[in-house]
């Protein structure tokens, strides 16, 4: 993959809250061990039995057979006589409540775990953090009896983010299934780069947010609002990363980890076709400046050549149905008039290259194929821009063409055991045409006409393309 790119995460604005906290992204978190008091009552009996509380004496207990037992139970006045024992109060349980908390923790009455110069909870939501004044009037003595205190407090619950247990959920959901399809074959990488994020907080929230996401297309619960909270954040906390060049090799593998991550996530939500498109050149942009030597990365399989060894080795000659594909071949041409742009007719003219590279064989339509989706990462960014306007309907076509020719082709070049275990990607790819053809004036109307049929076809059938993010 390759590309310059904007601010790579730079994509959409969500406004929602976090749920993870710095730095160990998967340890829940710890708070300190509370005495409980505990109190005890002495009951007395008129038959002490050789206890020695309470004044009893000392003498042995009678035996069964000693007169002397039913003069002590006689000695018990009956039930209905009996004084009650007042009840003792139950003793609180000791626990630690501190005052020392940050104004916006106090504010919202959570819990704040009292960390310098940010506390995990403002630092989750992106709030400002601000404590209370130290008292000035406190005595030297209570003042350092009060740092002990605080220091201890902060040693035990010492930077655990505050894990939610559906994140574990997600983390699952990631390892098994929802992991980034890219480098091909090759989830090791995969599970390399998840043991690596308990460092990396950015990786941490993207990871967590593409197995929620995942989740949310392929299961019957919606975790959508908990996806887009880590997706903000990993993009929040990527770009912050990106601004500083890294230090070391999993330093900058940690940063192409993310974009992937946050990449692969963009395919699986409902309003980011466009975002996607971004999402492209960020990836490009890491994967072509920040990592710097393949050879000590885990990625390294992922060079343009290491690429297209792996994508050789997965690619079948799978019967072709040309019906389709010409059919495919009408509709995009059929936008050649509209493109006024040299950036429009260059993609446009990629598409229909790929298409007819079909009758040579699928490794060369595929090959072509990753031509076309490097192809915005090569553009500047007024051209990028200009493609993916709003106002662009012809550049949004070519897009969302662009986008269905991945289904078309996977089903010519992807054997059906390769096939993607889970057709959430594929729903939401459906779901961008439907959309586009509700924005489009009705001028562009019947440029939507076939890709909308074909939506109807690909629904019903499996959910194979060609693995791109």
Not at 103 to 125: D, G, I, Q, T
Not at 329 to 336: G, K, N, P, Y
Request: hydrophobic share 40%; proline share 7%.
């Amino acid at each position: 993959m390759s590309a310059p790119v904007t601010s790579a995460a730079g994509a959409t604005s969500r406004d929602q809250t976090v749920v993870m906290g710095p730095k160990t992204s998967f340890s829940p978190d710890s708070c300190p061990s509370s005495a409980t008091a505990s109190s005890s009552s002495s009951s007395s009996s008129s038959s002490c039995g050789g206890s020695t509380r309470d004044g009893c004496s000392s003498s042995p207990p009678p035996s069964a057979s000693s007169p002397t037992s039913s003069s002590a139970i006689a000695a018990v006045p009956s039930a209905a006589n009996a004084t009650p024992t007042p009840r003792q109060p139950l003793s609180r349980r000791g626990h630690f409540k501190s005052r020392l908390g940050c104004f916006s923790c106090k504010r919202r009455r959570v819990k704040c775990n009292e960390l310098r110069p940010e506390c995990a909870p403002c630092r989750r939501l992106g709030l400002t953090c601000v404590y209370p004044p130290a008292a000035s009037n406190a005595s030297p003595s209570a003042s350092s009896s009060n740092t002990v205190g605080v220091a201890a407090a902060a040693a035990l619950r010492a930077n655990p983010s505050m894990l939610a247990l559906q994140d574990l959920r997600f983390y699952h959901q990631f390892l098994t299934t929802a992991f980034p399809t890219l480098p091909l074959r090759n989830g090791q990488v995969w599970s390399d780069a998840a043991a690596m994020s308990h460092q990396y907080e950015h990786l941490a929230h993207a990871l967590l947010g593409l197995g929620a996401s995942n989740l949310s297309q392929n299961g019957n619960v919606d975790y959508t609002s908990q996806a887009l909270q880590h997706r903000v954040v990993a993009i929040k906390l990527f770009n912050e990363q990106l601004s500083r060049p890294p230090t070391s090799a999993a330093d900058a593998d940690a940063l192409f980890a993310t974009v992937l991550c946050l990449l692969t996530q963009s395919s699986l939500l409902s309003d980011t076709m466009i975002e996607y498109m971004t999402m492209t050149r960020g990836a490009h942009l890491v994967a072509t400046s920040v990592i710097t030597d393949y050879t000590t990365s885990i990625f390294r399989t992922f060079t343009p050549q290491g690429h297209i060894q792996s994508l050789t080795a997965v690619v079948c000659e799978m019967p072709k149905d040309f019906a389709v594909t010409d059919a495919f071949r009408a509709s995009v041409a059929s936008l050649e008039p509209l493109c006024h742009e040299q950036t429009e007719r260059a993609y446009l003219g990629c598409q229909l290259r790929c298409i007819d590279a079909l009758h040579e064989s699928s490794l060369a339509a595929w090959k072509e194929f990753v031509i076309l989706y490097m192809m915005p990462s090569s553009f500047s960014n007024q051209e990028f821009l200009s493609l993916i306007d709003a106002e662009n309907h012809v550049g949004r076509l070519l897009v969302i063409h662009m986008f269905l020719l991945d289904y078309i082709l996977g089903r010519f070049c992807i054997a059906p055991a390769d096939c993607p275990k889970l057709p959430g990607r594929k729903n939401v790819i459906i779901g961008w045409t439907r959309d586009l053809a509700k924005t489009l004036p009705s001028e562009y109307q019947k440029y939507i006409q076939w890709p909308l049929e074909y939506c109807e076809v690909l629904a019903g059938l499996d959910a194979r393309y060609l693995l791109s993010p």
